[in-house]
């Protein structure tokens, strides 16, 4: 069975292409194609999330399949096999992202599959900031709940340690942003502590470390443009600005760990799309709009603190503290102003007549992934 939401457009020969690799090997539950972007450069936010998706597919799924290593199903652009979805206990509801869920049911029951980089399905990027933020916590809840769920069932498999290991990194991806958030809370109270204690500051050298990693995000969307066979070095200024709205979504990821954590009742919000292929549409105007989220509270406190600790580092002459406290601060202050400009101008416009909008094409009816 190929699964395709509304907003793919498969390319004519998929099925000719797909189907024969999963009947030659018996052994695959699946076949993933890559995912394309039908709007990529409506905006610099499609953009940024544009080269994300391409690091995404391009680097991480391609290579987790080239090692042997578990990767999921990405929700669209696929198709299964239909005996493996039901030994795998069909869909299930109990997690945010199915998708991932039946792709580890269906590897614990010992299937594998097959990912085509070379298949490209376009698809419309979230051009609502709103919309984007719904999205990332939705896909972040989901896959701490993929965590919960299935990490205990891993380590008691009897799957090589390789495997294991890869797919514990894998199902915890998301806890970079929980990592960054205890920096940026960590930072000020050693700054503060100091001043009595210089002694403290020690620490720092072991901090510093982990902030290492605040490199590998960068060097993995530069390099998915190389394998794509697009000029790489054109892309690095988007992608210091990709760190950057990363950082800003530190409290977004937090509020969906602890809720998954929590275990409170999830409700599935679709990504609203618009048909924007290209085009300058007004989506602003139209109806169907995600609502406003209050954790702006939250991220404009957290960026004013980032801003005290990169001013105070700064004077004190602890540059790398100053810097990836402003980087922080930046994020966050970007969440911040675009979730209350959009709210600002949708409220604005919504006081007119509604446009009528794009002609639907297989790319802008609304489904998300």
């Known amino acids: ?93 109990d997690t945010l992202t199915e998708d991932l869920d039946i792709s580890y049911r269906a590897f614990l029951c010992g299937w594998r599959a097959a990912f085509m980089r070379d298949v490209e399905c376009p698809a419309e990027i979230p051009a609502s900031f709103n919309a984007y933020r719904r999205q990332q916590h939705r896909w972040a809840r989901g896959t701490f709940e993929c965590a919960m769920k299935h990490l205990p069932a891993v380590w008691r498999s009897p799957f090589s340690l390789g495997h294991k290991i890869n797919a514990t990194v894998h199902l915890l991806g998301y806890s970079v942003h929980l990592l960054l958030l205890s920096i940026s809370l960590l930072y000020p109270v050693l700054l503060l502590v100091s001043v009595g204690h210089p002694q403290v500051l020690s620490l720092f050298g072991v901090i510093a470390l982990s902030n290492v990693t605040a490199l590998a995000p960068g060097i993995l969307f530069t390099a998915a443009q190389r394998e794509l066979g697009r000029r790489w070095w054109k892309a690095i200024p988007s992608v210091v600005l990709l760190t950057v709205l990363g950082a800003g979504m530190m409290a977004n990821t937090a509020r969906a760990a602890l809720q998954a954590l929590g275990r409170r009742p999830s409700v599935f919000e679709r990504t609203p799309k618009f048909g924007l292929e290209g085009e300058k549409v007004d989506w602003l105007r139209l109806r169907y709009q995600p609502r406003f989220d209050g954790l702006v509270v ?24 100053a810097v990836y406290a402003a980087v922080f601060a ?40």
């Open 1 to 93: 069975m190929a699964i395709f939401d509304a907003d793919f457009i498969p390319p004519p020969d998929f099925l000719v292409r797909a189907v024969p690799v999963l009947y030659a090997d018996r052994g695959l539950a699946f076949v993933q194609a890559r995912w394309g972007h039908a709007n990529r450069d409506y905006s610099l936010l499609t953009h940024l999330q544009s080269l994300s998706i391409d690091g995404h597919m391009a680097i991480e799924q391609y290579a987790r399949w080239r090692a042997g290593q578990w990767f999921n199903f990405n929700g669209t652009a696929g198709v299964w096999r239909r005996s493996a979805l039901v030994d795998a206990g069909g869909w299930s509801h």
């Open 298 to 321: 939250a991220e404009t406190v957290l960026a004013s603190v980032n801003v005290w600790t990169s001013v105070d580092a700064f004077g004190r002459g602890f540059w790398a503290i």
């Open 330 to 369: 930046t994020g966050l202050g970007f969440s911040v102003g675009l979730t209350l400009s959009q709210a600002v101008r949708g409220r604005w416009a919504a006081r007119g007549p509604a446009p009528v909008p794009a002609v639907v094409s297989s790319a802008s009816m609304g489904s998300d992934s």
